[in-house]
């Protein structure tokens, strides 16, 4: 937990100046611009569908229509918010973070070494596989949102996914080989989906939400640079003993 605070300690840090937030605000602006239109566009159309597909279509039968109405729109609302949240995700992430990452070496991170052995195509393929099982998961399990409860939590949990999935690869993509990636991986499972989780909870704070992408892009730098300059500590404390000898 420590690891966590310490990140977000230095995220703060980061945000006090004033040049990476031309890069953090682009997303949200994007995104911004893509949820109006999109709402302007397709929001009555896709209430149409979600007026035609069950469990909604079972309450219009049940002559509950200002319900099947009420929730045919909030259906359609939260596809395209989906959609608009997605797409600030994979900015973040493929044009984002790269710089993100190329600022922080500048500065405190300047000892940790590049190693990437994963071609940008890889990268920009896992953020975009990432994303669309994203979203076929959020679809999926929109009828669960009835459920009370469930109508926070499932989104919560496919946020957090999403943000381990896609910004921990990432943030380590350039810096590790594939060995020192597996290592992060298992050793900080739980905290990169907590850090994740954390993050996705930020996206329901009106506003700040909207820059939710980029930050989360900013948080998992710090650590993950932070995780990979310790990782290599720890290595080379290992490489510096001694051999047993028979």
């Not at 219009?60 to 596809?79: K, R, S, T, Y």
């Not at 892009?217 to 932070?226: D, I, M, P, R, T």
Request: charged content about 10%; aromatic content about 12%; overall charge neutral.
């Amino acid at each position: 937990m420590s690891d966590i605070l310490q990140a977000f300690r230095r995220t703060l840090s980061t945000l006090s100046n004033g040049r990476p937030w031309r890069y953090i605000l682009t997303p949200a602006l994007v995104a911004l611009l893509l949820l109006v239109i999109l709402s302007l566009l397709w929001l009555k159309a896709l209430a149409a569908l979600f007026m035609s597909l069950p469990p909604i279509s079972w309450l219009d039968a049940w002559n509950l229509h200002w319900l099947a109405q009420i929730l045919a729109f909030l259906g359609g609302w939260l596809a395209i918010l989906l959609f608009s949240y997605v797409l600030a995700v994979l900015l973040a992430a493929v044009a984002v973070m790269p710089w993100l990452l190329d600022y922080l070496a500048e500065g405190e991170y300047a000892d940790v070494a590049r190693r990437d052995t994963r071609s940008l195509t890889a990268s920009v393929w896992n953020s975009i596989w990432s994303a669309l099982i994203f979203m076929l998961g959020w679809l999926l399990t929109l009828p669960l949102w009835l459920v009370p409860g469930l109508n926070l939590a499932l989104p919560t949990l496919w946020m957090a996914w999403l943000n381990r999935r896609t910004f921990a690869y990432e943030a380590c993509s350039l810096h590790t080989t594939v060995a020192e990636w597996d290592k992060l991986r298992q050793h900080h499972a739980g905290a990169l989906f907590l850090l994740g989780l954390l993050m996705a909870l930020l996206a329901y704070v009106p506003v700040i939400g909207l820059l939710a992408p980029s930050l989360t892009a900013l948080v998992y730098s710090h650590y993950c640079l932070e995780a990979v300059r310790r990782l290599r500590l720890e290595c080379a404390e290992e490489a510096s003993l001694p051999g047993e000898t028979s």
